[in-house]
């Protein structure tokens, strides 16, 4: 009797019990970020593409349909992220600019609250192209470290490997293959089952032309081995043992790299896949979630997972936390390299508002890196000019931007149809311009401090106009010479003249 009593009071108490059985362990958390893609997977229904691992995944977890990035720009959009702040709030939203400012406070990165929730965070992975320790962010960083916001800005504990040891750990990974880059064509002939550019389907705002299939075709490829990295982690997690505690997130940095993608607020550069796979999760069968989601949301869900604090600055709110109900997502475009520009978008589940503040700026501004990067472009100008481009297409070649942009999204996935100056919409325009100051209202940065980067893309291509017209001629041709070659010319070049 007295051993039953005592035992009693032993699991009463929680003393001599295991400690997974006085409280649950921690999730891992995976965060995979895809460069430069918009909702470009088999599970989304794009056509030609054949991604089974992330399908996959989708059909184990949760797809989001409307999920949206704060700027169509890699590091704008990762500023926000990395601290679950509206890069316009925080002032980190020039592309590559402020590097050598601190956050201001209390703004602080979000692997810090984790790091003081108890996790290992890690940046990149061993098995993937370049090891995905891409960070770039707005303000005074270093990708390992410690964090103080002062004199230490370490974001990441450690690089590359997850094991128990870490646990629990949070590991963000950057699958860079989707990012432009001299990589594509020997990735693209080294896929098991190539596009054949004959056969692929190419949305209406691009001209039919055999180089812009090409590229397409390419694109398609280098989706197709991002999927395969994808499948490589999920092995290395259940050859770890480590699959069944670890909560994977699949994303996209911001949209496509191509017109209207990648720089642009439609819908290409804003709407990004987003999948959550949660092992731990008993409801059966795939499912789909309609709700707006900011990415700064999945910062928030990320911080939420793990029991960590959850700060007053955030501008995300957690995806799965009792009352969530974003109806839009803010977006802005601001500084792209040597481009000056300003753009607020408005975007919900059938509604996109953009203002453009400077139309006078054009959609095709001949970005000097992007002339490196965008085949399309280069033809697609070519054929402008002879008067061969559909109305549609011809959009993006306009000597302005217009004013204001309104579509509706579900009549109208493509955005083709500018509703902005029809009196039938007069009145969701004028909801949206008060929504949109409202925002800009809201988001009004922290501090003034501006210090861009020069984009040294401008020096480089002017130097393969002047020296190597040859390489120019087939960069207008639609071919992809290369921007590292480019800039290997260029500063050789630059060293043999000092």
């Given at each position: 009797m007295i051993r039953k009593i005592l035992l009693l009071v032993l699991i009463v108490y929680g003393i001599g019990t295991p400690v997974s059985a006085q409280s649950p362990q921690p999730p891992n958390i995976i965060w995979l970020m895809a460069e430069d893609i918009s909702t470009d997977l088999g599970c989304y229904d794009f056509p030609d593409v054949r991604t089974p691992n992330l399908d996959q995944l989708a059909a184990e977890g949760i797809r989001f349909e409307n999920a949206f990035i704060t700027n169509p720009i890699c590091s704008p959009s990762?500023?926000?992220?990395?601290?679950?702040?509206?890069?316009?709030?925080?002032?980190t939203h020039h592309h590559r600019s402020n590097r050598d400012v601190p956050l201001s406070a209390p703004y602080l990165p979000f692997t810090q609250l984790l790091r003081e929730a108890g996790y290992t965070t890690i940046l990149g992975h061993h098995g993937v192209m370049g090891k995905g320790r891409k960070t770039d962010v707005n303000f005074k960083h270093e990708p390992l470290g410690t964090w103080d916001g002062k004199t230490n800005f370490g974001l990441f504990d450690k690089y590359d490997t997850f094991t128990v040891a870490d646990e629990p750990f949070f590991a963000q990974i950057q699958l860079n293959v989707t990012h432009r880059g001299d990589w594509w064509e020997e990735i693209s002939q080294q896929s098991p089952d190539r596009h054949d550019p004959a056969?692929?389907?190419?949305?209406?705002?691009?001209?039919?032309?055999?180089?812009v299939r090409a590229d397409w075709a390419r694109y398609l490829d280098q989706l197709e081995y991002m999927d395969r990295e994808v499948g490589m982690i999920r092995r290395e997690l259940t050859d770890k043992g480590l699959a069944d505690n670890t909560i994977?997130?699949?994303?996209?940095?911001?949209?496509?790299?191509?017109?209207?993608?990648?720089?642009?607020?439609?819908d290409p550069g804003l709407h990004i896949p987003l999948i959550i796979f949660d092992p731990r999760d008993t409801e059966a069968g795939p499912r789909?979630?309609?709700e707006v989601v900011s990415a700064t949301d999945i910062t928030a869900t990320v911080l939420d997972y793990a029991g960590a604090r959850?700060?007053?600055?955030?501008?995300?709110?957690?995806?799965?936390?009792?009352?969530?109900?974003?109806?839009?997502?803010?977006?802005?475009?601001?500084?792209?390299?040597?481009?000056?520009?300003?753009?607020?978008?408005?975007?919900?589940?059938r509604w996109k508002y953009i203002r453009?503040?400077?139309?006078?700026?054009?959609?095709?501004?001949?970005?000097?890196?992007?002339?490196?990067?965008?085949?399309?472009?280069?033809?697609?100008?070519?054929?402008?000019?002879?008067?061969?481009?559909?109305?549609?297409?011809?959009l993006f070649f306009s000597a302005t931007k217009p004013a204001e942009e309104l579509y509706n999204l579900i009549e109208d996935p493509y955005e083709l149809n500018n509703l902005a100056a029809d009196p039938h919409y007069a009145e969701q325009l004028h909801e949206f311009r008060r929504m949109t100051a409202q925002f800009d209202e809201e988001m009004e940065p922290v501090d003034d401090t501006y210090r861009p980067v020069s984009a040294k893309a401008v020096e480089v291509l002017h130097y393969i106009r002047e020296f190597h017209p040859e390489l120019h001629r087939r960069m207008l041709n639609g071919e992809e010479i290369g921007y590292k070659m480019a800039a290997g010319l260029y500063h050789e070049n630059t060293q043999k003249s000092e």
């Open positions: 990762r500023s926000a992220m990395m601290v679950g702040a509206h890069q316009v709030k925080t002032n056969a692929v389907t190419l949305p209406p705002y691009l001209a039919d032309h055999p180089v994977i997130i699949f994303i996209g940095d911001n949209g496509r790299c191509n017109i209207r993608g990648k720089g642009y607020l439609h789909v979630q309609s959850l700060p007053d600055f955030l501008t995300g709110t957690p995806i799965f936390g009792e009352g969530f109900d974003r109806e839009v997502v803010y977006a802005a475009r601001d500084l792209w390299d040597e481009v000056e520009d300003r753009s607020r978008a408005i975007t919900s589940d453009n503040d400077l139309p006078e700026v054009p959609f095709d501004a001949h970005q000097a890196y992007l002339e490196f990067y965008r085949p399309a472009v280069h033809i697609m100008r070519e054929l402008n000019a002879g008067g061969k481009l559909l109305p549609l297409q011809a």
